[in-house]
């Protein structure tokens, strides 16, 4: 019997482990995985390092004018085995991931042009089925069609105890009560913005992972994939 090529959705709110679980699921089924998050952190980059952002305001009119100048790319690394972004043929992995970058990104995902851009662009990605993508709006906006939609949750807090944690890991230093404001700024933004607002799909599947481990959810989401494919197979 042939095999079922499917979408994959993960939304939810941030920091909330949905990349961990979206890639390992990808890596063991063979998938492509696509962080849309990180295309919206790397057109942040991209302001910040062009004086697009200032005073917390986003230059919209030079922004519109430089959007066909910003190039988003993924690829993995030889070494690590790992996904990485790169924006206009430079890797940024790292640089979008820092608070920097963080602290704006919520200003500039919910401006409508960038949103069009962005996808269209993940929409192409996953022409071809076979994909698992995370983010806010895959489910809902993205791709409405997905076979398998989930929505993650986890308390404020746990998902700054974990950004805290990676972030030390990387060395950089982190402070747990500004991550969880940070956090909690951007569930805020996300749920509010007009464009594609953070919410479940009707026919997503909600996951609260607060108190998992990241065995415990990855086994989860490849029971949800498992039963899917079984459903579509007996159609
Ligand atoms: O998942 P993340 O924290 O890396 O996402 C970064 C920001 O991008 C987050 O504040 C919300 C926004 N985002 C979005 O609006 N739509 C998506 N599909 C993915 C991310």
Known sequence: MEKHSI?????????????????????RIGYIYIDSGAMYRAVTLYCLDNNLINDGKVDIQSLAGEMKNIHITFATNPTTGKQETY??????????????????VSLVSQIDFVRQALVAQQRQLGNDKGIVMDGRDIGTAVFPDAELKIFVTASARTRAERRAAEMQAAGENADIDAIERNIAMRDQMDMTRVISPLRKAQDAIELDNSHMTIAEQNAWLEARYNETITRLQQQ
Do not use: F, H, P, W
């Open 7 to 27: 979408i994959i959705a993960i939304d939810g709110y941030s920091s909330c482990g949905k990349s961990t679980m979206a890639k390992d699921l990808a890596r």
């Open 87 to 104: 924006l206009n043929g430079k890797c940024v992995e790292q640089e979008i991931r820092t608070m920097r970058v963080s602290s704006c």
